[in-house]
């Protein structure tokens, strides 16, 4: 299983951005898929969680200004970021296949590669 971050980039505090996550695998089965960021400084964050069935879980820094969504289809997951605060700024990674609590990086199978997110005030 392969993942491709993408879609970061500079914008303005109050911007909005999609970040995509592309998923190749090598059979019929789909992934559920987290989000992460991470700051310089900082350790990795859990952001958000998508399952299969398109469940849905937020962490309570980006409730109700980011959405995530899949498209089974295309194999792809989305993360819509509105109101971006300079706080968002970091290095946001997808990861698929957790295993044990999906809110810990360490439970994760596969990670894409991280894709910058830089918001200026």
């Known amino acids: 299983v392969q993942l491709q971050a993408s879609g970061g980039g500079l914008v303005q505090a109050g911007d909005s951005l999609t970040l995509s996550c592309e998923v190749s695998r090598f059979s019929s089965v789909s992934y559920a898929i987290g989000w992460f960021r991470q700051a310089p400084g900082k350790e990795r964050e859990w952001i958000s969680y998508i399952k299969t069935d398109g469940s849905r879980l937020y962490s309570n820094s980006v409730k109700g200004r980011f959405t995530v969504s899949r498209d089974n289809g295309k194999n792809t997951v989305y993360l819509q970021m509105t109101s971006l605060k300079p706080e968002d700024a970091a290095v946001y990674y997808c990861?698929?296949?957790?295993?044990?609590?999906?809110?810990?990086?360490?439970?994760?199978?596969?990670w894409g590669q991280g894709t910058l997110v830089t918001v200026s005030s």
């Open positions: 990861a698929a296949d957790p295993r044990g609590s999906v809110y810990k990086a360490s439970a994760y199978n596969y």
